[in-house]
């Protein structure tokens, strides 16, 4: 069985009913409607309003194989190779976690707190993408950004998004888990993370498309140790921020009081934890 033509309409039809063997109708819809914009050159407006138009055989050839991909849970931002986040467009590969509405909550939230400040240095643990890093230094005026990631091929990333987004950051490779005092000279005024935080035992909880995708590195943490980052991350706020600096980080829902424990103890106060669109208990706030 094949798609009867090159039109849109013939297009969207056969392919969403195949999308609908895995996905529901409205995601099914969702998702062809990303590829076909990516793919066609038409705005999902036109794809809408105008089904008789046309796509190349090449066009075809890139839905098809796209629709495949969606087929077996590939992330739809892996098959086109970026993403969006807070307006702004982002590479992102098998390498980097998919950037997330929670995170960009979290990312809003640093803007709207810190924004009437000039010229803070912002350290963000475990960049990733450098969804984070590349948005405050581009939100934050005169804001000096330094991010520090594990991996080669996350930093090399995130200096391509840096680069694509016009935005001034500073990449270093570093463990979080094994840096010493020597780390940085000069302290920070805001401290930010989005650590791994999910426990090995809530992996029956995520969907196949972030376990067969997604770099397990940057997501799970061991069932015994889930404070492993947070322990890590304390001890390093307690050496490299400021006085009355201020940490903001993504937390596992389930942690919140095990974690606000930790930070404190390490002389953090006015600990606040907020929640995500979902409800979620989901962001740390504290100052040292």
């Known amino acids: 069985?094949?798609?009867?033509?090159?039109?849109?309409?013939?297009?969207?039809?056969?392919?969403?009913?195949?999308?609908?063997?895995?996905?529901?109708?409205?995601?099914?819809?969702?998702?062809?409607?990303?590829?076909?914009?990516a793919y066609s050159g038409y705005?999902?407006?036109?794809?809408?309003?105008?089904?008789?138009?046309?796509?190349?055989?090449?066009?075809?050839?890139k839905i098809h194989f796209g629709v495949k991909d969606l087929c077996n849970q590939k992330p739809v931002q892996y098959i086109l190779g970026e993403t969006e986040f807070y307006g702004m467009k982002f590479k992102v590969n098998p390498g980097?976690?998919?950037?997330?509405?929670?995170?960009?909550?979290?990312?809003?939230?640093?803007?709207?707190?810190?924004?009437?400040e000039t010229g803070l240095r912002v350290l963000d643990i475990g960049t990733g993408s450098g969804?984070?890093?590349?948005?405050?230094?581009?939100?934050?005026?005169?804001?000096?950004?330094?991010?520090?990631?594990?991996?080669r091929e996350a930093l090399d990333l995130a200096r391509e998004n840096?680069?694509?987004?016009?935005?001034?950051?500073?990449?270093?490779?570093?463990?979080?888990?094994?840096?010493?005092?020597?780390?940085?000279?000069?302290p920070f005024d805001l401290i930010?993370?989005?650590?791994?935080?999910?426990?090995?035992?809530?992996?029956?909880?995520?969907?196949?498309?972030v376990l067969d995708y997604e770099p397990k590195r940057a997501l799970f943490v061991p069932d015994e140790d889930p404070l492993l980052f947070y322990r890590a991350i304390s001890g390093f706020i307690?050496?490299?921020?400021?006085?009355?600096?201020r940490v903001y980080c993504e937390i596992n829902q389930y942690l919140g009081e095990e974690i606000t424990r930790l930070f404190e103890?390490?002389?953090?106060?006015?600990?606040?934890?907020e929640k995500d669109m979902y409800k979620n208990d989901r962001f740390l706030i504290a100052t040292k």
């Open 1 to 37: 069985m094949e798609v009867r033509s090159n039109k849109l309409g013939d297009i969207r039809k056969f392919y969403t009913s195949l999308l609908m063997e895995v996905y529901d109708k409205s995601e099914a819809e969702k998702l062809l409607l990303i590829l076909l914009e």
């Open 43 to 61: 705005s999902r407006a036109n794809i809408i309003a105008f089904p008789d138009k046309t796509v190349s055989e090449s066009e075809l050839l």
């Open 265 to 273: 103890s390490d002389g953090l106060i006015n600990t606040v934890i």
């Open 238 to 245: 307690r050496l490299h921020l400021n006085k009355k600096g």
């Open 96 to 116: 980097v976690l998919i950037p997330r509405p929670e995170t960009e909550e979290l990312v809003d939230l640093i803007i709207q707190e810190n924004n009437s």
């Open 131 to 151: 969804c984070i890093a590349v948005t405050l230094a581009k939100n934050l005026p005169g804001s000096k950004v330094i991010a520090i990631d594990i991996s």
């Open 192 to 209: 930010v993370s989005n650590p791994p935080y999910v426990r090995e035992s809530e992996r029956k909880e995520m969907k196949s498309n």
């Open 162 to 186: 840096a680069i694509l987004n016009n935005a001034g950051v500073e990449y270093i490779q570093m463990d979080i888990l094994s840096s010493n005092e020597k780390a940085f000279h000069k």
